[in-house]
C-alpha cells in the first residue's frame, strides 16, 4: 500500500508558475513508475506527465510539453511537477499516481491515487 499527500497548487495568474509536490508513506515509492493526471471542470481525467522509476526519462503530453518538468527524488520519497507558463486551459485539479506500465505506452497505469489539488489560471 502507498499514500500519496499532495501539497502545493492555488490560484495564479496566466504566465505565472507553480510547483505541486507528492510525497509518498512507504519504502517502496523508488518501484513505482510516478505520474501526473488532472482533471478540468466538465472534462475527463487526462494525462499529463510521468517519469521513469530511477528518474532517467520522462514524457509529457503535448500541450504541457515545454512548459512542465517532472521530477522525483527517491531519497525523499517525493515527486515533483514544476509548471511554469501557465495558461487558462491549465486550470484543473492535479493528481499524483504511482503506477505500472502496460503495453508500449509510457503513461502509467495508476494503482495508488494522492489526494487532488486544486490549480486554477487566471486570465
Known amino acids: 500500500q502507498v499514500h500519496l499527500l499532495q501539497s502545493g497548487g492555488g490560484l495564479v495568474q496566466a504566465g505565472g508558475s507553480l510547483r505541486l509536490s507528492c510525497t509518498a508513506e512507504?519504502?517502496?515509492?523508488?518501484?513505482?513508475?510516478m505520474g501526473w493526471f488532472r482533471q478540468a471542470p466538465g472534462k475527463e481525467r487526462e494525462f499529463v506527465a510521468t517519469?521513469?522509476?530511477?528518474?532517467?526519462?520522462?514524457y509529457y503530453a503535448d500541450s504541457v510539453t515545454g512548459r512542465f518538468t517532472i521530477s522525483r527524488d527517491n531519497a525523499k520519497n517525493t515527486l515533483y511537477l514544476q509548471m511554469n507558463n501557465l495558461n487558462t486551459d491549465d486550470t484543473a485539479v492535479y493528481y499524483c499516481?504511482?503506477?505500472?506500465?502496460?503495453?508500449?505506452?509510457?503513461?502509467?497505469?495508476?494503482?495508488?491515487w494522492g489526494q487532488g489539488t486544486q490549480v486554477t489560471v487566471s486570465s
Open positions: 499516481v504511482a503506477g505500472t506500465l502496460s503495453g508500449r505506452s509510457p503513461r502509467p497505469v495508476p494503482k495508488y
Open positions: 512507504g519504502r517502496v515509492f523508488f518501484t513505482y513508475r
Open positions: 517519469i521513469t522509476q530511477s528518474g532517467d526519462d520522462t
